[in-house]
């Protein structure tokens, strides 16, 4: 049946309504005679075929263009004629006629109804007709004008244009999976999800029945990895073996990078072996590219068609080819990336260890400083040490001689003052000149004084080598007390007072301890780097120019219980912010003003305490309340 066209403008040459226009003018243009034989050669000469009926649809007329298609030759012998005398099938009459009534009846014109048409020589055309009521002077309908368009070639163009848009379109779908993998291949590193969503975009795309990918592993056995299979059919994921002939006669083949396509299974020659094996499968045809990785054959992609034989296309052998090669390159990317991932762990392991070894090297480094330090100062005060102690063993040494000396020398001057009561003027003009008496009372008091100095520079000397202790480098229990005492005989200078500050009061705030089992001079060490930071952090106070209501002090109290012995060195200075306390322990990080501080102290404190001796050193402060530094030691240190 003839199909009505949309409303789009018509492509006729001469419009159906411009033909009254030409008969009229026609007219005005000569006899009647004339007219009508004028009016019939335009007619002739108009690429569409005409014609009009009265409003019985009895042919009054045509063009010659519609007298040939229809078989008359001569328009003039068309008068007359109805649609039973003219070749058409009796579907098209009936068509026709309907028509007819239609545009008549209701005074409507029927525009570009698209039909197809039998011709006079039996060929079948398309045609394109319009059918527009024909009206008297008054403007009664009297019958209708046709045209008619031959659009066979634009209905084949249009055919044509409509395979190729479907072709365009499977080929835009094609290219579309393509990408689609291309994108998963650049976004994700796991190939099994890229080809678990591939397999089954292909299966629809190709409407095969399954789609796998087979992979190979040792002795070319292998399994379905991946499968897209659509019901009735049996699933083959998982392994399913081999057939006998492939090593043999496919292994080299598929290495090549070629395919094998088998239209039917049943019909086409191949090896007995392959056909049993596809038939377990209920395989009747099938199309198989290799999956390449680095140039070594890595698996299959294969698609399946179970339902009957099938022509595989070349396009569709180009579209697995193409999917089959970025499987290879998405194979390849993920293994590289779990290689990278491997790479990766081992480097962050190594840069790890090696972090540690340089954390270590570091506090090495930082431990032989401070080491070198302290060994330099307990050297040097050793040094010191020992050169007053040789004088002043050598003055203490010889005071017993000058007192007995001096008492013989008394006894000596009273035995001449009892035998010779009148000594000669010149000798009472000398004794009276030296005040003899006075001088004999006087040097009594030196020689006292003299003593009393050599035994108190004595205790120094003997103090100094207790700080140092170099020849305590073990294990050994000592007095707490007087490692403390010999670290502040030692700073005692620091504490007096300057330009600025009055004397930093010292309060010792003893408890009755045990000896203690430690390392003498390390411990000291400690004693030292506490006190010595906080007589800094007062200092560091005033220069800030932070008033303060008290005068600065600094606080050692010890205790201690059945397992622990407790040391606290505090101060009232301005304390340590919350933002610096976490890090007050890391070597090189210190809070005093460039140049005046190394950041080693605490560290190597912390150090000693923690792992020398199995205790802890912790710190309690806030701004402007000053700061406690806590040492808890065992007191009796485990064998290493």
Not at 209 to 216: H, L, Q, W
Not at 408 to 430: C, D, F, G, K, R
Request: aromatic share 6%.
């Amino acid at each position: 049946m003839p199909e009505p066209l949309n409303s789009e403008p018509s492509n006729l040459a001469l419009p159906p309504d411009c033909m009254q226009q030409l008969v009229m003018s026609s007219l005005e243009a000569g006899s009647v005679h004339e007219t009508t034989e004028f009016l019939q050669l335009v007619l002739d000469n108009i690429p569409q075929y005409i014609f009009w009926k009265d409003r019985n649809s009895v042919y009054l007329g045509c063009n010659r263009g519609w007298a040939v298609m229809a078989g008359i030759g001569d328009p003039s012998r068309v008068v007359g004629l109805t649609e039973e005398d003219l070749p058409w099938t009796q579907a098209e009459r009936d068509w026709y006629l309907e028509c007819d009534r239609r545009v008549i009846d209701t005074d409507t014109p029927m525009l570009r109804i698209k039909q197809s048409q039998r011709q006079a020589d039996g060929r079948i055309s398309w045609r394109e007709t319009s059918k527009l009521p024909l009206h008297d002077a008054e403007g009664n309908v009297i019958g209708l004008l046709g045209t008619i368009e031959d659009i066979t070639e634009r209905k084949l163009a249009e055919d044509l244009m409509a395979r190729s848009r479907e072709a365009f379109q499977q080929l835009a779908k094609q290219k579309e999976l393509l990408n689609q993998v291309s994108t998963q291949i650049r976004r994700s590193l796991k190939p099994e999800v890229i080809q678990q969503t591939t397999v089954h975009e292909i299966r629809q795309l190709l409407n095969a029945d399954r789609v796998v990918i087979y992979r190979f592993e040792e002795d070319w056995r292998g399994q379905v990895v991946v499968e897209s299979v659509v019901a009735p059919w049996c699933s083959t994921l998982g392994d399913f073996g081999v057939d006998d002939c492939f090593v043999e006669k496919y292994a080299g083949f598929y290495l090549q990078g070629r395919v094998k396509a088998i239209n039917d299974v049943q019909a086409e020659s191949i090896d007995p072996c392959h056909r049993d094996f596809l038939r377990q499968l209920e395989v009747q045809a099938n199309l198989i590219v290799p999956i390449l990785v680095q140039e070594g054959l890595w698996g299959l992609l294969i698609a399946h068609q179970c339902t009957g034989p099938r022509q595989w296309q070349e396009v569709e052998i180009e579209l697995l080819q193409a999917l089959a090669g970025q499987f290879g390159v998405a194979i390849q990317q993920g293994e590289l990336h779990a290689q990278t991932k491997r790479s990766a762990a081992i480097a962050r392991e190594q840069a790890q260890q090696l972090e540690v070894t340089l954390e270590n090297l570091k506090q090495a480094q930082s431990q032989l400083i401070q080491t070198e330090k302290m060994s330099s100062l307990g050297r040097m005060v050793a040094g010191i040490a020992h050169e007053i102690n040789n004088p002043v063993t050598f003055i203490y040494g010889n005071m017993t001689h000058l007192q007995h000396y001096y008492s013989s020398l008394t006894e000596l001057l009273n035995l001449y003052q009892q035998h010779y009561p009148t000594p000669p003027p010149a000798i009472v003009q000398h004794i009276e000149t030296i005040e003899l008496n006075y001088l004999l009372e006087d040097l009594d008091q030196v020689l006292r004084s003299v003593e009393v100095g050599s035994m108190r520079i004595h205790d120094i000397v003997m103090s100094l080598r207790s700080f140092s202790r170099l020849d305590e480098a073990e294990k050994k229990a000592i007095d707490i007390h007087e490692g403390l005492d010999s670290t502040l005989l030692i700073l005692q200078p620091r504490l007096k007072a300057m330009s600025n500050r009055a004397d930093i009061q010292l309060v010792k705030n003893y408890g009755c301890l045990p000896l203690v089992e430690c390392y003498p001079s390390q411990l000291n060490q400690v004693f030292m780097n506490l006190i010595d930071n906080a007589i800094d952090a007062l200092n560091q106070q005033i220069e800030a120019g932070e008033s303060t209501q008290m005068p600065p002090y600094i606080k050692i109290s010890t205790q201690a219980d059945s397992d622990n012995v407790v040391i606290s060195i505090s101060d009232n200075g301005p304390g340590i912010p919350a933002a610096d306390q976490s890090r007050l322990f890391d070597p090189f990080f210190t809070t005093k003003p460039i140049g005046k501080g190394t950041g080693l102290g605490l560290s190597i404190s912390h150090q000693i305490v923690t792992e020398r001796h199995s205790g802890c050193l912790t710190v309690l402060s806030t701004p402007e309340n000053g700061t406690e530094f806590r040492v808890v030691i065992p007191l009796h240190q485990s064998d290493p």
